[in-house]
C-alpha cells in the first residue's frame, strides 16, 4: 500500500498564487509537451484521492473527465456526483484512517493523494510515501502552500532529482521510516 | 554586481525551526564535514551582508569570529561594535539600495547576502541575483520561513542542481532579468 504526491510548487512552495492563479504553471516553454512523469505515475497508480476543491477545479475546466483511474473525492459537502461520472467518482468523508480502509478495501492499494488541503491532511497524519515534486522556477510570493503545520516533523529520504526543460528540478523523496 | 544568497532549508521551506531549532541542519551523517559549496563561494564573495539577528546567532555559538570577509550588519538596534571585530565587521543601516551603494562605494560589489529577513528584505526589492538553495529532506511544519511575501513574483532561470550525501538536493538559480 502506498500513497503518492505528485505536484507541482513554485520555488517558494505554493501550488497556486493570489486567486487560485496557476498560469505559471505553464511558464517554462514545453513545446513538445512533455509530461514529467505524469502518465507514468497514472499507470502505477490503482487510484486518485482529492479534496472537493479540486475535484471542482477539473469539473471548471469544462473538459471532458479527464482521469483514467477511479477517483475518490474527498468531501463533507457535495452529497451526489454528476450523473456521467457515478461510476468514476465515489464520494468519501470522514477519518483519514477509515477513508484509506475503505479505499483498500475496494481493491484500491496504489494511490494518488491530489489537491492542496488533502495532501496537507495525509502529511498531518504521516500518510504520504512518496512525494514527486516539481519545481517551477519563480517565487510567487503569496498563494496556497503546499505545505502547512504539521503534528511533528517528517523525515524523507531524496531518492532521485531529474531537471526538466532545463529549468523545472521534479524530486523525489520516500518518507523514512 | 552580484548579490548571493547561500542557504540551507527544509523541504517545506524553513531555514530555522520552533524556537530557532537548527539541529535538523545536521540530521544526515557528513562524516567528511564536506562543505556543500561553502568554501568555494565564500572565496568568490567580497563581502557579506547579514543582518542583527544572524549577527547575534552567530556571536552566539562563542566561537572564534568564523568569517574572513569583510560582514556588513544591517541593524536599525545596534550601536557599536565590539571592539576586536571593528575592522571586521561594518554597521549599516536605512534603504536598501542606499546600503548597497554605501557597500560598492567601498570597493565591495560580489556580496553573501545571508540570514531570514535579510534575504526577505532584498528579495521584496529585486536585489538578489542568484541563489543556491540547499534542501534538507525533512518536513518541519513550522519555523523560520525562507521566503516571504513580495512585491512582484520573482522568475529565476535554474542553473544546476547537486545532490550531495545522497540525500541533500542543492538547486542555483539565477534572477532572469
Known sequence: MKNTVFIAKSLDGFIA???GDI???NSIPNPDKIDMGYTE???KID???MGRATYETVLGFGIDWPYTKHVFVLSH???SIQKDLKNKVTLLHGDLNDILKTIHKKGYHNLYIDGGSTIQNFLNEDLIDEMILTTIPILLGSGFPLFGNLNQPLAFDHIESK???NQIVQDRYRRRR
Chains 1, 2 share one sequence.
Request: glycine share 6%; charged share 10%; hydrophobic share 60%.
Open 17 to 19: 498564487g493570489e486567486n
Open 23 to 25: 498560469d505559471w504553471l
Open 41 to 43: 505515475l497514472i499507470q
Open 47 to 49: 487510484a486518485i484521492v
Open 77 to 79: 459537502s457535495i452529497n
Open 163 to 165: 531537471v526538466f526543460l
